[in-house]
């Protein structure tokens, strides 16, 4: 194997499973795909070794996430904008530092995984070209931008056999698997309702796109940070941060924080596609931008182990607006950032943004609770990070987080900014939108020219 590149090996690998496809029984002599840790040889990290890491974007979440990693060996660090690297890369001063992450992939030989912390319209072709190349990849949320991108990045990573993550961290939480044994316990009966709210968008939304065009910063690469996104002038406006309001680049306050939010519900539930999605309101949105408050319920159908169930969503302006379930203490306040109330037929649990410090309500069954909690059925997790790591060495049971559980999440949450962007309902077979067939052009990715995976 030591003899044999990447490419060459990955080409092997990709013929043998056609000659498979296609009936042919001379096939498994020329080639088996075995688990990595079996080959041994190149790819292969001993759990005694540390992984090399590169990390594209270092601002923001960016930095948590490479000191989430940083027991490994960081050896290569990747932003467009200069000033965004100040404080992280005089903390890694052995890593190569690069502008722009196709040459790092280039020219950094011996990278094991790569972190991505990029604005969301990046995630996926970054993700695609390093699981390409044989990479294990850690993505942040949401795990793409369109629904075909996180359909393909699925795919890829069961393709190019690599360990991933998406980072939600609510779901290597205490509070989540909390939710989910109260739930299967019978604690809470029957769920056939959610209200989640949030106090997103804290950025600008609701606007136009501007008419100036100032000069690029000597700092940034521009062209770079637009990556797959449509091609437009250079505006403050965008970046850093205030990218999440802009259609081109982000997903609005859905995009932020539903993979937190709703990620319990739809492990403990079950939850998979929705059948269909009304935008009830919308406030201020533009085709450019989303809206500054925003009220989505979710519909999802009936199967084996539970009934129908309707989701609703509240942001921005909009989430002071939600009712609040009788069950809540005279003057309780709700997690001003956000959370969620789901609701059974023998009782109703709250908890905060990401999942975290679950309870019953009202506090007095709270109280009478706490002695009497259900016994734990999933394993505590040592942290999203550590989770991938581990799984990356091949000496965890399982990463929780993988693309195979972050892809239907994450669809899941797009969904409702296409019906969004409609203002119209849709109806959903888990494949495509039905009664919409033009609102299915949201689900598809174009990206510009030159910057497909």
């Known amino acids: 194997m030591s003899k044999i590149s990447r490419r060459t090996f990955l080409g092997g690998a990709l013929?043998?499973?056609?000659?498979?496809?296609?009936?042919?029984?001379?096939?498994?002599?020329?080639?088996?795909?075995?688990?990595?840790?079996?080959?041994?040889?190149?790819?292969?990290?001993?759990?005694?070794?540390?992984?090399?890491?590169?990390?594209?974007?270092?601002?923001?979440?960016?930095?948590?996430?490479?000191?989430?990693?940083?027991?490994?060996?960081?050896?290569?660090?990747?932003?467009?904008?200069?000033?965004?690297?100040?404080?992280?890369?005089?903390?890694?001063?052995?890593?190569?530092?690069?502008?722009?992450?196709?040459?790092?992939?280039?020219?950094?030989?011996?990278?094991?995984?790569?972190?991505?912390?990029?604005?969301?319209?990046?995630?996926?072709?970054?993700?695609?070209?390093?699981?390409?190349?044989g990479k294990h990849v850690f993505c942040q949320k949401p795990l793409a931008h369109t629904i075909e991108e996180t359909r393909r990045m699925v795919a890829a990573a069961k393709q190019y056999n690599v360990v991933t993550q998406m980072g939600i961290q609510g779901h290597q939480g205490e509070g989540a698997r909390r939710?989910?044994?109260?739930?299967?316990?019978?604690?809470?009966?029957?769920?056939?309702?959610?209200?989640?709210?949030?106090?997103?968008?804290?950025?600008?939304?609701?606007?136009?796109?501007?008419?100036?065009?100032?000069?690029?910063?000597?700092?940034?690469?521009?062209?770079?940070?637009?990556?797959?996104?449509?091609?437009?002038?250079?505006?403050?406006?965008?970046?850093?941060?205030?990218?999440?309001?802009?259609?081109?680049?982000?997903?609005?306050?859905?995009?932020?924080?539903?993979?937190?939010?709703?990620?319990?519900?739809?492990?403990?539930?079950?939850?998979?596609?929705?059948?269909?999605?009304?935008?009830?309101?919308?406030?201020?949105?533009?085709?450019?931008?989303?809206?500054?408050?925003?009220?989505?319920?979710?519909h999802f159908a009936a199967r084996a182990n539970r009934p129908a169930l309707k989701a609703t969503w509240y942001d921005g302006k909009q989430k002071d607006k939600m009712p609040l379930p009788p069950e809540l203490d005279p003057g309780a306040k709700i997690h001003e950032d956000g959370g969620q109330f789901i609701i059974g037929d023998k009782g109703v649990i709250m908890a905060a943004m990401y999942g975290n410090s679950p309870e019953l309500i009202p506090h007095a069954r709270m109280r009478e609770f706490r002695d009497n909690m259900p016994p734990k059925m999933l394993p505590r997790s040592p942290g999203s990070c550590e989770e991938w790591i581990a799984a990356c060495k091949g000496v965890a049971q399982s990463n929780m987080a993988s693309f195979d559980y972050a892809g239907p999440l994450t669809e899941m949450v797009l969904l409702g900014n296409i019906a969004l962007r409609t203002s119209q309902k849709i109806d959903f077979d888990g494949h495509k939108i039905t009664n919409l067939p033009a609102a299915n052009e949201y689900m598809q990715w174009h990206p510009r020219k030159g910057w497909g995976a």
């Open 15 to 133: 013929a043998a499973g056609a000659l498979l496809g296609q009936g042919c029984a001379s096939a498994s002599k020329v080639f088996s795909i075995v688990p990595r840790h079996v080959l041994g040889g190149r790819g292969f990290v001993p759990p005694s070794e540390k992984l090399a890491i590169a990390c594209v974007g270092v601002g923001g979440k960016g930095t948590s996430d490479i000191d989430g990693v940083s027991s490994q060996a960081i050896v290569a660090l990747c932003d467009v904008d200069d000033r965004q690297t100040l404080k992280i890369y005089p903390k890694y001063p052995r890593a190569q530092k690069f502008r722009d992450w196709r040459v790092m992939l280039d020219k950094v030989k011996g990278i094991d995984a790569v972190v991505v912390s990029t604005p969301d319209h990046n995630h996926a072709v970054i993700a695609l070209s390093a699981m390409q190349l």
């Open 179 to 298: 939710i989910c044994e109260w739930i299967w316990s019978g604690t809470i009966g029957t769920v056939r309702e959610i209200r989640y709210w949030t106090n997103r968008p804290i950025w600008p939304q609701g606007i136009n796109r501007p008419k100036e065009t100032p000069p690029v910063p000597p700092e940034l690469d521009w062209d770079v940070w637009l990556g797959p996104a449509p091609e437009r002038p250079y505006n403050p406006a965008y970046l850093p941060f205030v990218w999440r309001g802009w259609w081109d680049f982000g997903c609005g306050a859905l995009g932020d924080i539903a993979c937190h939010d709703m990620d319990a519900a739809f492990w403990a539930l079950d939850l998979g596609s929705p059948e269909s999605i009304e935008p009830n309101v919308s406030e201020g949105q533009t085709s450019e931008c989303g809206p500054v408050g925003s009220v989505l319920t979710y």
